[in-house]
């Protein structure tokens, strides 16, 4: 089965820094990459399908990119509201696996 | 809109059988742009996908291979729901269980409420 590995597994930035979280695939997956966003206490929310068309009500702020078997989500200026577990996950064909996740702090 | 609603008990021992409900509000369990998931959450494996139903010229179910075995996930189109069954369950079973529905073109965009099953003798 095909493994999904998250970096970094958590960071800390400043609000209005660029955040890069990083998603590796263990086999080539295509675009069949999604990223979620999961603040404490709450449900998973999808941020980002095909590796790269925005959910409709996502901050533009928010971008995915990659193909293959490496894959990004950026925030490009972080806010006080991102704080959260960022999981990327694989739906090429099942199972359809998650990564580990990165927690997102703001110092 | 769609709403999931999840229904089930949080408390088992070991070795009984997990059994959870979620039912369909907004679309169709057997709609072919969708797909009914399983997913679990803990702290120590993280988000789990557990398995699904889809239906497009027949019905289907796929299986993550950790639980393959022991799991049957069941589609009920007269109720407008799906259901999950665990077999076997141990303390490591212990976990967030979420139903959700996948879009056909990919991502998860729907989640039911969750339900907290804690295995225990």
């Known amino acids: 089965d095909i493994q999904m590995t998250q970096s970094p597994s958590s960071l800390s930035a400043s609000v209005g820094d660029r955040v890069t979280i990083t998603c590796r695939a263990s086999?080539?997956?295509?675009?069949?990459l999604a990223w979620y966003q999961q603040k404490p206490g709450k449900l998973p929310n999808l941020l980002i399908y095909?590796?790269?068309t925005l959910q409709s009500g996502v901050p533009s702020r928010v971008s995915g990119s990659g193909s293959g078997t490496d894959f990004t989500l950026t925030i490009a200026s972080l806010k006080a509201e991102d704080v959260a577990t960022y999981y990327c996950?694989?739906?090429?064909?099942?199972?359809?696996?998650f990564g580990g996740g990165t927690k997102v702090e703001v110092k | 809109q769609v709403q999931l609603q999840q229904s089930g008990p949080g408390l088992l021992k070991p070795s009984q059988t997990l059994s959870l409900t979620c039912a369909i509000s907004?679309?169709?369990?057997?709609?072919?742009?969708?797909?009914w998931n399983w997913i679990r959450q803990s702290p120590s494996r993280g988000l789990e996908w557990l398995g699904r139903t889809l239906y497009r010229s027949r019905w289907s179910v796929n299986y993550a291979p950790s639980v393959n075995g022991r799991i049957t996930v069941t589609p009920d189109t007269s109720k407008n729901q799906f259901s999950l069954l665990l077999k076997s369950v141990t303390p490591e079973d212990t976990a967030v269980y979420y139903c959700?529905?996948?879009?056909?073109?990919?991502?998860?965009?729907?989640w039911g409420q969750g339900t907290l099953v804690t295995v225990s003798s």
């Open positions: 086999q080539d997956i295509g675009i069949h």
């Open positions: 996950q694989k739906y090429n064909s099942p199972p359809l696996t």
């Open positions: 095909e590796a790269s």
């Open positions: 907004g679309d169709s369990v057997s709609s072919k742009l969708a797909t």
């Open positions: 959700a529905r996948e879009k056909d073109w990919g991502g998860t965009d729907s």
